[in-house]
RNA sequence: CGGGGUGUAGCGCAGCCUGGUAGCGCAUCGGCUUUGGGAGCCGAGAGUCGGAGGUUCGAAUCCUCUCGCCCCGACCA
């Protein structure tokens, strides 16, 4: 491709409304431009990379065994009434009506869609299993997109649906996908993990997710130092906490704490270390207002509350109606006399002698126990784990916490939506069987964003081979120079000959900026024709990663030593 | 959805407080000189000052409403 005749607006100073690497450097190398908030149109340079991330998608999964088909993106809302999704899923689903006056929606995913197919087009258990997948522009309307294409409203998803006769089908079924997805992220050269996943309100049996490891990551995995134990925060859970020994129990006593409302406020003026108290936390639930407890330094993880209660979704009211259902203000809130459902962390079970809010204003407890005090409450997972805890798998080992960037996600669905739906073949003994369901998804053109936030320094961009939009960049250093002219141009030929990649920089352009511009773009190799050099009968190839640069005469034996590099194992 | 910020030429910004009809840098176009890490000089084009309404002789500037974009927020007792 020629530089000069393709779109490849490159920016010399930072958009300032970009906060994160990627999106930053996704427009200064003029890979995309916004239209509106979370939607891009990719430019050449851009949707090049999108399609080798694709390739290598539809590759694996192709080998893997699903089926490629292509689902509309809109969607008639009978079908997700039918699922029950229609009412459940909240706004983040674009609904819209047709002509007709017909409600419909913008797919954000497709389980109703294949459902409907494969209830229609497979009636025996011989055409089982079964894997569907797509590759197409998904939108959801995000409460707060950000960090350009890497939580935009429009974007690029695989997604695949496997239907099995049974559980043992599914697991194999997921198993594959497990396989070919590492596959996937391996060959797009990032660095990823695979980490248990909350299954959430979907229910199910497993499900993982695929982070990029990224400091601008948005989600929280914990990890083992020890063992292979991952997950993400809403799932990682914690070792269980040892029974307190000694202090027998004193006498409960109330004491008055006079404008201390936050825990740390709270324990500097009780001189008792936070850990010693506990914090109460009321969440409105559909249900009602509920309290939770937690010891005084942790924090609540709302999906692990959600879970707890067995809900889809609790929120924390602000102060005035937290204020409302509790008689108290939040300062002072505790569970002590409480006559609202308390739930508390498994973490409290042992704790002796804590301290509370007293559920007056103002006024606090101390040496507050279980039973004597106040009943027992029901025991839950509520919150988040934090770096250096014990590993609850293996024991021996400390958590770690690590930012991610979720560019896949396997899960077991089961019979969700197939019960729901009546997805049913005839098995081998001829009577009805509800099919069992997996679906699988990559975020497809999250993935470039991803690898940008692994692949990059301070003057640009540094793609992974297998992503770059070109193996090569050459530089025609001086294009009103014939001789310069004549020898880009026989290589460039050759070299696409070659089957290599090539964008040719024929601007008429200062050397500087040709340069700035290689590097923001980051393609693995520039080769420059041109000046010094070629005045001695060579030029110059260096890599992007800094770690090759050499000089090769013209001539017969050019061509081959550029392959071989080219075709070299080296990143 | 709440809170904050911001909207002036393609991009980055000044001007607004204290009303008098718009400017700077980069980019673009033309010319000359330059030519190995974002060149210099000269000249040119380009803006409904986000939109609507109001106040005023007069509004980018003051007031009201509205829209877009960006950031923060369900973290906490």
């Not at 294409?149 to 497990?178: C, N, P, T, V, W």
């Not at 740390?264 to 001189?271: C, D, G, P």
């Not at 209660?309 to 006399?337: C, E, F, K």
Request: some cysteine; overall charge negative; proline content about 5%.
């Amino acid at each position: 491709m020629r530089f000069h005749k393709t779109l490849i607006p490159t920016l010399r100073e930072d958009p300032v409304d970009a906060q994160v690497v990627s999106h930053r450097l996704m427009l200064r190398a003029g890979l995309i431009r916004p239209l509106g908030s979370g939607i891009y149109t990719w430019l050449p340079l851009g949707l090049r990379v999108l399609r080798k991330v694709e390739a290598i998608v539809r590759q694996e999964m192709d080998n893997a065994g699903a089926q490629e088909v292509l689902m509309p993106a809109v969607q008639p809302a009978e079908l997700w009434q039918e699922s029950g999704r229609w009412d459940f899923y909240g706004k983040e689903l674009l609904r819209f009506l047709d002509r007709h006056e017909r409600a419909c929606c913008f797919g954000p995913t497709h389980e109703e869609v294949i459902s409907d197919l494969v209830r229609r087009e497979i009636r025996s258990y011989r055409q089982l299993p079964a894997n569907f997948y797509q590759i197409q522009t998904k939108f959801r309307d995000e409460i707060r997109p950000r960090f350009g294409i890497m939580r935009g409203r429009e974007f690029l998803m695989k997604d695949a649906y496997s239907f099995d006769l049974d559980q043992a089908g599914l697991d194999a079924s997921y198993q594959a996908m497990f396989a070919a997805y590492q596959r996937i992220f391996q060959r797009c050269g990032l660095a990823f993990r695979a980490v248990e996943a909350d299954t959430g309100s979907i229910g199910g049996a497993s499900s993982h997710e695929f982070h990029v490891l990224a400091d601008s990551g948005e989600d929280v995995i914990i990890s083992c130092d020890q063992c292979d134990y991952a997950a993400n925060l809403e799932k990682a859970v914690a070792a269980e906490a040892l029974p307190q020994e000694g202090d027998p129990a004193v006498v409960m006593e109330k004491i008055a704490t006079p404008g201390q409302k936050s825990i740390e406020e709270v324990a500097r003026f009780l001189k008792l270390p936070v850990q010693q108290l506990v914090k109460s936390l009321l969440v409105e639930t559909p249900a009602g207002p509920v309290l939770l407890l937690l010891r005084g330094d942790r924090s609540l993880n709302m999906v692990k509350a959600a879970n707890a209660l067995n809900l889809p979704q609790v929120t924390i009211p602000d102060a005035d109606r937290a204020a409302y259902w509790a008689g108290v203000g939040m300062g002072s809130l505790g569970p002590v006399g409480s006559r609202l459902p308390v739930v508390a962390d498994h973490e409290l079970r042992h704790l002796r002698n804590f301290a509370c809010g007293a559920n007056e204003e103002g006024w606090h407890l101390l040496n507050v126990n279980w039973q004597r005090d106040l009943p027992v409450p029901s025991f839950a997972d509520l919150r988040n784990v934090t770096a250096g805890e014990p590993c609850a798998r293996c024991g021996t080992g400390r958590l770690q916490r690590h930012q991610g960037i979720e560019v896949g996600h396997v899960f077991k669905l089961g019979d969700k939506y197939s019960k729901a739906m009546g997805v049913k073949v005839l098995d081998s003994q001829g009577s009805e069987q509800t099919l069992v369901m997996g679906c699988y998804g990559i975020g497809v053109s999250r993935i470039v964003a991803a690898a940008i936030e692994q692949n990059h320094d301070a003057n640009g961009i540094r793609w992974p081979r297998s992503l770059a939009p070109f193996s090569l960049q050459l530089i025609l250093l001086n294009p009103r120079d014939s001789g310069e002219v004549a020898a880009a141009e026989e290589l460039y030929q050759s070299l696409r000959a070659a089957g290599v990649e090539v964008l040719l920089d024929d601007r008429d352009e200062r050397a500087g900026v040709k340069f700035k511009d290689a590097d923001l773009l980051g393609c693995p190799l520039r080769l420059l024709v041109g000046g010094r050099s070629f005045k001695e009968g060579m030029v110059e190839l260096q890599s992007r990663a800094g770690d090759l640069s050499q000089k090769l005469p013209v001539g017969e034996s050019l061509l081959p030593a550029l392959l071989a590099v080219i075709h070299s194992s080296t990143p």
